[in-house]
């Protein structure tokens, strides 16, 4: 029964996954939606307390981040931004000008190769104050559907519970609820351009 309920779990992410990557392709005037968005995740009061705080860099039709990182730079913040090693894990990254940034392999933005083993660099995920958090598909409660690879499940188990987890996404990869299991991690925050909507959080598991 149990291996049924994994299996129609799993068949029900494909098909959403495969609706939220439609929906993010179509929509439009990415540029300055995006912008709004992040304007948002900035006018927050856990950003303003923040001192260390965690970026995503936008892959493919993701909300843009990237151009508001140069602004976030200038915040007397520590800005920090993951990037994935050779072992498929994300590592952490003190980013302090975007000319340390590189377009690598994968065409994904990311720390030049030189500067990601500079010992003073590398942060560890419990220096986070505050953690944007990429996806695929959300829902209001703060269900979070990533691509399926648990890159981000495993650097949040890391994160420590005072750390708000922020989600970052159009209002079209909304769903009305997003099939959570028991090691899936809730949003304190779902940020659209039409709301933020609180989540959970870690406090709760459905």
Same mark, same amino acid.
């Given at each position: 029964?149990?291996?049924?309920?994994?299996?129609?779990?799993?068949?029900?992410?494909?098909?959403?996954?495969?609706?939220?990557?439609?929906?993010?392709?179509?929509?439009?005037?990415?540029?300055?939606?995006?912008?709004?968005?992040?304007?948002?995740?900035?006018?927050?009061?856990?950003?303003?307390?923040?001192?260390?705080?965690?970026?995503?860099?936008?892959?493919?039709?993701?909300?843009?981040?990237?151009?508001?990182?140069?602004?976030? /730079?200038?915040?007397?913040? #520590?800005?920090?931004? *993951?990037?994935?090693?050779?072992?498929? $894990?994300?590592? =952490? !990254?003190?980013?302090?000008?975007?000319?340390?940034?590189?377009?690598?392999?994968?065409?994904?933005?990311?720390?030049?190769?030189?500067?990601?083993?500079?010992?003073?660099?590398?942060?560890?995920?419990?220096?986070?104050?505050?953690?944007?958090?990429?996806?695929?598909?959300?829902?209001?409660?703060?269900?979070?559907?990533?691509?399926?690879?648990?890159?981000?499940?495993? /650097?949040?188990?890391?994160? #420590?519970?005072?750390? *708000?987890?922020?989600?970052?996404?159009? $209002?079209?990869? =909304? !769903?009305?609820?997003?099939?959570?299991?028991?090691?899936?991690?809730?949003?304190?925050?779902?940020?659209?351009?039409?709301?933020?909507?609180?989540?959970?959080?870690?406090?709760?598991?459905?």
């Amino acid at each position: 029964m149990e291996t049924n309920t994994l299996t129609d779990v799993a068949a029900r992410k494909t098909q959403m996954r495969a609706q939220a990557h439609e929906n993010r392709k179509n929509q439009v005037d990415k540029d300055e939606v995006s912008q709004k968005i992040c304007a948002k995740f900035m006018s927050l009061p856990e950003y303003a307390a923040a001192s260390t705080v965690m970026f995503y860099v936008d892959v493919r039709t993701e909300v843009r981040t990237r151009h508001n990182l140069q602004e976030a /730079l200038g915040h007397g913040k #520590r800005i920090i931004v *993951p990037w994935c090693n050779t072992d498929g $894990e994300l590592e =952490l !990254f003190w980013l302090q000008d975007m000319a340390e940034m590189a377009v690598g392999m994968y065409k994904i933005l990311e720390p030049r190769e030189e500067l990601r083993s500079v010992a003073e660099r590398h942060i560890d995920p419990t220096e986070l104050d505050l953690i944007m958090v990429p996806g695929v598909g959300f829902d209001r409660r703060g269900g979070r559907m990533g691509h399926g690879k648990g890159y981000y499940d495993k /650097l949040l188990q890391h994160a #420590r519970p005072d750390a *708000p987890l922020v989600a970052l996404a159009f $209002e079209c990869q =909304l !769903f009305p609820e997003i099939p959570m299991q028991s090691h899936d991690i809730y949003m304190d925050k779902v940020i659209t351009e039409a709301a933020v909507y609180e989540g959970l959080g870690r406090s709760k598991i459905a």
